[in-house]
Every structure is written in structure tokens, then in C-alpha cells.
């Protein structure tokens, strides 16, 4: 069973849309309990972008150079104290380098940056590791816009979870209700109910589809509940919302102020993600806080 992650990897995008990740180590080090998170920056050379660069400066060289950019966007962040140690390494991608050091650092997840902001309309809103990352996950991802700041999440704002009831969540639940008292706050868990705006809506009366509706959204808060208690989890708030799951839980986590949004992942394989939709990227793509996606045990 996953629980909330106590050492993390940082990814160290050395651009300005990395500065969202270092904000939110930074804040996730001053919120939670004090001295009981650690962390290890991470910066990726990788092998294609070395191969151009080496035609004419000597390894060493851009290695050192990456060192001293990475500790100037660590401080930018007011992030160099969280930070035990900062590394810069060579690996054929920058997911599976993360990965890896994960594994050697043991630490519990990694932090990444997202391309595009909280708010607007961008076609390219992942960036290729995040994407790459989640696609391939073997620990907690959290993913982070690039112009998150501490000071958009009040006092108040709960860590949410999405969930569909099945067991592949069960780990992201466990993973949520352990941020929620690692940071001290609430416990949100949503469940969005698919209620089609046109049932019957050429040979039904409109007060028996809202029958209907009503129905289905009260057997969805039982089911929930009874969800709950089967997996042990206490003192959270349950909610369930009519409509698509990603439109609801994004515009619960805007109403609230969420401090982070929790959800599972399928590990869908490139062939599933041309035929299904996957919850997990959409909502880390497009979510105005960070994003966990945190992936079920592996099969045995």
C-alpha cells in the first residue's frame, strides 16, 4: 500500500517554466511537518542535446556549467536549503534518468514541472517528460504548473482525491489521505457520476429523468461511502458530483483552492491511449494546482 512520499526527486528544468516544481518543493518543506521531507535535485543531460553540444565543448565543460545553472534556478525559487544535495546527470531520456535516481536516492515520487500555466489555452500543455513520465510511472508523479505559487492555496484548501471506486485508485486514496495529514488539511474524496444530459429526452417526461439523476447520484453517495469505509479511510469529506469526471473534479479543486489534486492511474498502453481517454494526464494537464498521479501496486 503507497503511502505519502517523505524524500522526493526534483526535476531540475532549468528554464523558466521549471520554477513552479522548486516553489512547490519549497512549500511542501515549510507546510508539512518540520524537518520530515527531504529532497534531491535532479538535472538531465540528455544524450541527444550532449551530442550537439560536445562537437564543441568538452564534457566536463557543460557539466559544470549545468551544476552552476541549476544552482542559480534553485535559488531563484528561494529553494537552496531544502535541498540535501543537487546532482546533474547523463541518461538517454529524461524520465528514465528521474527514474532511476528515485531508485538510488530512495525516495518515494518525483516533482515536475508542467508546460503550460494555470489558466489560458495552450495546445502544448504537458511538456514531453511529464508526459513521457506519466506514462511510464513506477512511483508517485507530481506535476506542477509553471506560475504555481504558495500563496494560491488558502489556509483552508484541502487535498482532493478523485476517485472511481475501483481498485485500481486504492493506492492514489491511501497516497491522498497521507498528504492530507502530512500537510495538516482536509481530506476531499470525489466521485463524479456520468449522467447523460439526454436520457429519454424525446419520450420522458422531465420531472422522471430528474427522478432518474437523483437516483443515480444517491446510490453513487452510498457506494462511496461504503467504498470508503472498505478502505479504511476516515474523516475525509466524500463528495459526488454529476458530470464528467474531469470537468467536475477540476472545478472542485478551483473552488476550494485546492492544495493538491490526487488521482490513479491506468498505465495505459500507447495503443489504449488512442482509444481511451486518460484521466490522469487530462487533469495534470489542465488542473489549477499540483497533480499527483500515483499508480497501483505493480501485478503480481
Known amino acids: 500500500m503507497s503511502t505519502y512520499a517523505n524524500r522526493w526527486i526534483v526535476g531540475l528544468d532549468l528554464r523558466p517554466a521549471g520554477q513552479g516544481a522548486l516553489r512547490f518543493a519549497r512549500w511542501l518543506a515549510s507546510d508539512g511537518r518540520k524537518g520530515d521531507t527531504s529532497f534531491v535535485g535532479i538535472h ?9 553540444a560536445l562537437r564543441y ?13 541549476a544552482q542559480v534556478t534553485v535559488s531563484k525559487a528561494n529553494a537552496t536549503d531544502i535541498f540535501g544535495e543537487l546532482h546533474v546527470v547523463q541518461g538517454h531520456t529524461a524520465e528514465q534518468a528521474l527514474e532511476k535516481a528515485r531508485v538510488e536516492h530512495g525516495a518515494g515520487g518525483v516533482v515536475v514541472g508542467r508546460q503550460a500555466p494555470r489558466s489560458g489555452h495552450h495546445v502544448f500543455r504537458l511538456g514531453k517528460v ?11 508523479v507530481v506535476v506542477v504548473p509553471p506560475d504555481w505559487e504558495p ?22 486514496a491511501h497516497f491522498a ?6 500537510l495538516s488539511r482536509p481530506l476531499v ?4 457520476v456520468s449522467v447523460p444530459e439526454n436520457y429519454g429526452a424525446h419520450y420522458l417526461p422531465e420531472a422522471s429523468r430528474k427522478k432518474i439523476a437523483s437516483e443515480s447520484e444517491a446510490n453513487a453517495v452510498r457506494e462511496l461511502a461504503a467504498w470508503l469505509e472498505q478502505q479504511g479511510i476516515t474523516g475525509a469529506q466524500a463528495v459526488v458530483r454529476p458530470g464528467h469526471v474531469i470537468e467536475q473534479v477540476l472545478d472542485l479543486a478551483s473552488e476550494t483552492n485546492a492544495a493538491l489534486l490526487v488521482t490513479g492511474s491506468r498505465r495505459l498502453s ?9 484521466v490522469s494526464s487530462d487533469l495534470a494537464a489542465s488542473a489549477p494546482c499540483p497533480v499527483a498521479v500515483v499508480p497501483p501496486p505493480p501485478a503480481t
Request: proline share 3%; hydrophobic share 45%.
Open 189 to 192: 474524496m470525489v466521485h463524479a
Open 57 to 69: 565543448h568538452h564534457l566536463d565543460e557543460l557539466t559544470q556549467g549545468a551544476r552552476e545553472q
Open 151 to 172: 500563496a494560491h492555496v488558502t489556509a483552508a484548501g484541502p487535498v482532493i482525491c478523485a476517485t472511481n471506486l475501483c481498485e485500481g485508485v486504492t493506492t492514489a
Open 130 to 140: 511529464a508526459r513521457r513520465m506519466l506514462r511510464t510511472l513506477q512511483a508517485p
Open 270 to 278: 500507447t495503443m489504449e491511449r488512442l482509444l481511451l481517454n486518460s
Open 177 to 182: 489521505a497521507g498528504a492530507a495529514a502530512h
Open 44 to 52: 538531465v543531460l540528455v544524450e541527444d542535446h550532449l551530442q550537439a
